[in-house]
């Protein structure tokens, strides 16, 4: 983002440069050097680099070497668990029963609309395609469904675990 993009000013504001390049840094989907997670945080990259190391100590990034540069990146299993606390914090059991029922729902649309049995056979599918634009759709809908098995699974975890890991008091352990 430019810095004189619409919110730069306001973000640089009120959001820590630990914040920032956190924020930056969970949110790649490659990993990333700190030179680039410095400039879309809007920090130097010095700082960025220090708040990255910082980051990789507390379990949330992971840095690789490639090539002599330290390449950060979401830890998977931090990202994870932050999902599975969130998931935790805003449904009740009931409704993580319900979240799992509409979360199997869309699957089971993807397996009739297509007639196949997971993603990868769906990418198989795209390309065989013969319009772009089916291209893009079937691919589109292979990696939503991805998305959806993922939340699916820490869904599962949440209701097998509620009784643990929940932070309401009435649930038992």
Known sequence: MPDDAPGVDAWKEQTS??????????????PRPASSIAAEAHVAENTARDHLERLVDMNVLLADDHE????????????????????????????LVRLKADLQEQIETWRDQYGVESPSQLRERAAETDAATETREVQEAANDWELVRYRLSIVEDAIE????YS????ASA
């Open 17 to 30: 440069a630990f914040d920032r390049v956190r924020s930056v840094a969970s949110t790649v989907s490659q």
């Open 68 to 95: 002599g540069t330290a390449m950060y990146a979401p830890d998977p299993l931090h990202t994870r668990l932050q999902t599975l606390r969130d998931l935790l914090d805003t449904h009740d059991h009931d409704g």
């Open 161 to 164: 675990n509620y009784g643990t």
């Open 167 to 170: 932070r309401d008091p009435r």
